[in-house]
């Protein structure tokens, strides 16, 4: 017969540390050390584990019956969304190659935070790090199967959305996201910490998170939007890891400030840099606009990174470098972007266009400074070349790109915005090449990380993206269409230009069938 337990009710608090730190003990048959062998190789002195705040005193048991019905409604909306065409309620199928945007570059990366979070949390000696770092990877793993069933709904009609995960592995623009998010879960626990939680998640995220989400609201995307409001929840949590990371570090002892500064230079440079893809999307991709990348920058890093900086000063933390030149880029980056991918557009899988009339005089509105100056005749001239019996302009040399963020050599010159940055050093007699001062420095502290980075463009020419019926020596008359065979994109379906593309003549004839008093394209 079995013993009769008593059931004594634990409160909140107690509850919270029978089921979180009460399951934490100090083994026996082998030193802590040597089962916690990467908390203390980054230089990270920790003297007391269980100075280290969990605000959110979130148990196991209620994290799955809170995400459950989380979920539950999410996938309520999904399906209603499917029942009703709502791919074809969007404004107008431009709109669709930001999704494409995201399910390529940015859902890739919460399953490489899931992961990330799981390395992690096995790697804290201390228990509040470790509980909060499995949850967190948890909800990685949800974001990234909540986005992907979101978004599947288009691919049944849309093109560029079949290979998500193959490109991510491959296509030159998307080793951006993949390379910053490897390099940070190659490093240790503590910088992984710094890298995602604090300047990704706690700095950065608003402007990756409020652009999509409000853009999605604004051009008729309900299913992104839901996805979006279900990740955001979690996201508080998320922050809160962040920042209590930084000052569980900066207070346990003062020889972490140097580390945890490096640190945030590093990953506030690597953030801003992956955040280009963002900052174009927002301003060129969006047929309806939110607000332009200028403001969001200046709504969320120059003001809520500034007051925060002001805060960390204390602990004698100051702005990461690369903060004045960020700030300059507000008013270039999604410019100098955008231009790329149009002159690129036949080697990425998503379509680019030249914005309209109306969208250009918007920009010129929001970038009074640098629009008119510097931009809209490039894209005019592009327009007419289109027209005329050039025809539309396609790039077909590959750029250089950055050795540390991957990104084409497409940035400018702080303080003059007609010359290209370049920044180069040898390494073992080798030469590598640098957008910037900040991606060339994070280089010359890790010369042996960096240097075995897989650049697409180097890969490119060495012969390593080709279909295997290909002789890489001889690729034939048109080396980047095998590239393309090799990505899986199929050129002019997945990319190219919008205005003649099936994504756009799908959407005229179906909404056409399902809104037949005169819709608007
Ligand atoms: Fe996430
Ligand atoms: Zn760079």
Known sequence: MDTRVVK???????????????????????????????????????????????????????YWKYQGEK????????????????????????????????IQGVTPLEYYAHRGFAHAGRQFTGAGARVAAQMQAVDE??????????????????????????????????????????????????????????????????????PFMSGAAHNGDLSTVTFGFSAQSDESRHMTLGIECIKFMLEQDPQNVPIVQRWMDKWFWRGYRLLTLVAMMQDYMLPKRVMSWKEAWEMYAEANGGALFADLARYGIRKPKGWDQACEGKDHISHQAWATFYQYGHAAAFH??????????????????TFDRYYRPRLEHWARQAEGKEGRWYNQILPMLCQVCQVPMLFTEHGDPT????????????????????????????????????????????????PEDINPASPGDSPVREVMRYYGIHGGEDNGEFSTSEDRQHFRSWSGRMKPQGHQE
């Not at 908390?39 to 196991?60: A, Q």
């Not at 399906?79 to 190659?97: C, K, M, P, S, W």
């Not at 680019?352 to 400074?369: A, F, Q, V």
Request: glycine share 4%.
């Open 8 to 62: 004594k009710k634990l409160g909140l608090k107690e509850r919270y540390a029978a089921m979180t730190r009460g399951l934490h003990w100090e083994t026996t048959y082998q030193p802590m050390d040597k089962v916690f062998p990467y908390d203390k190789y980054e230089g990270i002195v920790v003297h007391d584990w269980d100075k280290w705040e969990d605000p959110f005193r979130l148990t196991m048991d209620a």
């Open 71 to 102: 979920e539950k409604k999410l996938y309520a909306v999904i399906e209603a969304f499917a029942q009703n065409h709502g791919e074809l309620g969007v404004t107008d199928a431009r709109y669709i190659n930001a999704l494409k945007l995201f």
């Open 141 to 210: 793993l949800r974001h990234f199967q909540t986005e992907t069933h979101a978004i599947s709904h288009y691919n049944k009609y849309y093109n560029g959305l079949h290979n998500a995960n193959h490109w991510f592995d491959n296509v030159w623009y998307l080793s951006v996201p993949k390379s910053f998010f490897e390099d940070a879960y190659t490093g240790g626990p503590f910088e992984f910490l710094t890298a995602v939680s604090f300047s990704f998640e706690y700095v950065l995220t608003n402007l990756l998170f409020v």
């Open 352 to 369: 680019t266009w030249i914005p309209s009339k109306d969208e250009m005089d918007w920009l010129s509105s929001k970038y009074p400074d």
């Open 419 to 466: 010359q290209i940055a370049f920044r180069e050093t040898t390494y073992h007699g080798m030469k590598y090449h640098f957008c910037s001062d900040h991606c060339c420095e994070i280089f010359e502290h890790e010369p042996k990380k960096y240097s075995q980075a897989w650049l697409p463009v180097h890969q490119i020419y060495q012969g390593a993206c080709y």
